[in-house]
């Protein structure tokens, strides 16, 4: 009998395919029962909620709404000072940091026409000097041709003597 099993034992891929085809018809039958059960539920015809419920629901409804109302009153009567607050920080803000800011660029522009100034005296001072430089410059060269004519002179006033 051993040998009778053996001969009649299905390879690993019968099996495979075995419970790959048992897992789609599977797949399908679960698909086939979801959609009968959503016609049969849209079929169902909607029990109606007592009287009593529906106006449970309904007073329910209108206190959550009022609650939320209320809610958000209170939250805006304690919001509004804090946004009032910080809206006239804001400005204060603004207003301070425009005057820093004009207080610099007042700065900026003094300092400006300053260094201006400094260039323009700088600059008439560097000139005022290149020309006394010039000028002692050419008596410089006038002493020179002096000296020049002088030693000329007692050369001549030598060899003559």
């Known amino acids: 009998m051993a040998t009778v099993n053996s001969a009649r034992r299905l390879s690993l891929q019968d099996v495979r395919e075995s419970v790959k085809r048992l897992q789609n018809e599977g797949e399908r ?3 086939r029962v979801r959609e009968d059960a959503v016609k049969l539920a849209k ?5 109606e909620l007592p009287a009593a419920l529906t106006d449970a629901r309904e007073r329910a409804e209108a ?7 209320r809610v958000l009153d209170v939250v805006r009567e304690r919001t509004e000072p804090i946004a009032r607050e910080l809206r006239s920080r804001r400005d204060e803000l603004l207003r301070a940091a425009e005057r820093r800011g004009r207080d610099l660029a007042e700065r900026a522009v003094k300092a400006l026409d300053l260094v201006k100034m400094l260039d ?3 600059s ?6 290149s020309r006394e430089v010039t000028g002692l410059s050419l008596r ?7 000296l020049t004519t002088l030693s000329k002179k007692v050369k001549q006033s030598e060899a003559a003597a």
């Open 124 to 129: 008439s001072r560097v000139s005022e000097l």
């Open 120 to 122: 323009l005296a700088e």
């Open 140 to 146: 410089v060269a006038e002493l020179e041709r002096k």
């Open 29 to 31: 039958l679960v698909e």
């Open 63 to 69: 206190l959550v709404r009022r609650e939320a109302e």
């Open 43 to 47: 079929r169902a015809p909607r029990p």
